[in-house]
């Protein structure tokens, strides 16, 4: 493994539930000899990414990341216009919605509304969840480029539930049926009782910029309801990549719910 594949695997141990980690620790999470793992750590609190709290020894995120989340947010609002998008779908389906950003093994939360009444569906923002796994995975993997599609499913396949998809056939036939409905469906693949539905979005790449998600209660989507999120779905993807590119992209599955 690369010195840089090392440090970013490393960084990678930092979460909610982990916001502050000891170098054996690290060093056992990174599988990492402990004089190699200081030595990373050392290298990236030179340049601002780690720090080291004085009172407990543990180390944690540094200050470097809000720069780059800053340039990042310059480049590309996502978050604000994300959490714009949102607000407006859990509104108008008084559900759980959230905006899915992939990453290297998963797709990250940009943004989540959780409804003002009803059934509310919680979400874990610093949680990536695989790709098989979800109905933003699956949404993201239908209409990613081939190339890309290939790379991840070569990935690890685990199963979150007992209902999670890992066979790679059957996952493949999940994917077709997503591309013809031009959005995904998943029930209880996450978490026991919880269904979703979910369409990607994009901006200006071959794949997906990211998914928007309505996470419902399993009992209450049956097929009247699905449709109905659907359409709204689309009418949330319209908005979204209008907001970031100026109008919606021709590659957007949203012809296929929203005629």
């Known amino acids: 493994m690369k010195t840089v594949d090392k440090a970013m695997f490393l960084l990678r141990q930092f979460s909610l539930e982990n916001l502050e980690i000891g170098l054996n620790d690290l060093a056992r999470a990174t599988d990492q000899d402990k004089a190699v793992t200081r030595r990373l750590l050392l290298s990236l609190i030179n340049h601002g990414f780690i720090e080291q709290n004085p009172e407990t020894r543990k180390y944690r995120l540094g200050h470097a990341f809000l720069s780059l989340a800053r340039l990042r947010e310059a480049t590309v609002p996502m978050v604000k216009a994300t959490q714009v998008v949102t607000q407006w779908l859990s509104a108008q389906a008084n559900e759980t919605v959230h905006v899915g950003i992939p990453g290297a093994v998963g797709l990250g939360t940009a943004s989540f509304t959780l409804p003002a009444r009803g059934n509310v ?14 109905s933003s995975g699956l949404a993201f993997l239908a209409f990613c480029s081939e190339d890309t599609r290939e790379r991840l499913l070569s990935l690890k396949r685990e199963k979150l539930t007992r209902f999670t998809v890992t066979d790679e056939a059957e996952l493949r036939d999940v994917l ?3 591309r013809s409905r031009g959005y995904s469906c998943a029930r209880n693949t996450v978490e ?15 794949d997906p910029a990211g998914t928007i998600a309505i996470a419902v209660p399993d009992l209450n989507l049956d097929p009247a309801r699905q449709a109905e999120l659907a359409a709204l779905l689309g009418a949330a993807i319209r908005q979204l990549e209008t907001a970031l590119t100026g109008a919606p992209s021709p590659r957007s599955p949203v012809s296929l719910v929203v005629q």
């Open 176 to 178: 077709r049926e997503t």
């Open 121 to 134: 569906i919680n979400l874990q923002p610093a949680e990536t969840y695989p790709y098989h796994s979800s």
């Open 192 to 206: 026991i009782g919880v269904a979703s539905v979910a369409m990607p979005f994009f901006t200006d790449g071959k």
